[in-house]
């Protein structure tokens, strides 16, 4: 599986938890609002992974009204 994030502690983060967990975990940092970043992405997942059978696109915004 291979996963997204803007920030490099956060993929660090993700990718300690997933230790110990069947298969391979890969982080990649990648912001999905910029096309050529995504086609890298794609590019970057599938030569760590061996190739792609799947894609889940999930992206969202956290907007935290609480100070």
Known sequence: ???CDLGETAIA???SLARGLAGKVVGLKANVAI???VAKLVQDAQAALG???GL???A????????
Request: glycine share 8%.
């Open 1 to 3: 599986m291979a996963f």
């Open 13 to 15: 983060e993700t990718e």
């Open 35 to 37: 096309e050529s970043e």
């Open 51 to 53: 190739g792609l059978n």
């Open 56 to 58: 889940i696109n999930n």
């Open 60 to 67: 969202g915004i956290f907007r935290d009204a609480r100070s």
